[in-house]
């Protein structure tokens, strides 16, 4: 990676966070995932080490760069962490969180359906195709959420907003856990025949129907999870 002296106009830690995420989202010079040493580093930015350190650490905290002690900063890709470490703080209670998230992902899926109706380009639909494949072809519980999960994925990557792409990745594990709990209580038939459904409407760019067929999956879903009503506040 080429990185230039720095003129810091904000914080110095800030400036310094700011242009090693710009440089990884450039990937000059062919890198190799690795970020150059922390003294080299400090040298190309015109800065302290404990500043570079300071950075590298709060990159890490927000799954960007991982620091592996003796060996050197690697980039990863991780931006899901913080979300994921909060959620069980937030909402200790698991029926609570898995309630909240289909609520969540009503929000959310449709959307990206109907999106990916509009723009997803033929690799990835191709790709959505491959999920439902494995889906269909699922001999195990595990295989049955890991493919689910994939097709999920993959739709949110098809709609075309990186942010909406980000948050469902956030949600992956919880996501994850939502899918065993159904799929311990039922088959995969109607998830294999509302994912074909979705997929249809994308190859055939109708956004409408697209939306309408996640909304009727997400609806199943949720009397699959069989959650108990939640107790009313006083």
Known sequence: MAFSSIK???GL??????????????????????????RDLALKLGVSRPVVREATKRLELQ????????????????????????LALLIPDDKERLRQLIQVRFMLEPEN???????????????????????????DFETAVV?????????????GNQIVTLLLHSLSELIQTSLSRGYSRT?????VRQHAA???????RDPTA??????EHLITAEADLALPKPKKSH
């Open 8 to 10: 810091p106009q904000r």
């Open 13 to 38: 830690v800030e400036e310094v966070c700011a242009r090693i995420a710009s440089e990884i989202r450039d990937e000059i010079s062919g890198s190799d995932g690795w970020l150059p040493p922390e």
């Open 63 to 86: 799954g960007l760069l991982e620091v592996k002690h003796g060996v050197g900063t690697k980039v990863v890709d991780k931006l899901h962490k913080p979300l994921n470490g909060s």
């Open 113 to 139: 359906a109907r999106l990916a109706a509009e723009n997803a380009s033929a690799a990835q639909i191709r790709k959505l195709r491959t999920a439902l494949k494995q889906l269909e072809d699922a001999v």
């Open 147 to 159: 493919a689910d999960m994939t097709f999920h994925r993959e739709l949110a990557a098809a709609s």
């Open 187 to 191: 088959s995969t038939t109607n998830a």
């Open 198 to 204: 979705v997929l249809d409407a994308i190859e055939k």
């Open 210 to 215: 697209a939306a309408k067929a996640m909304r």
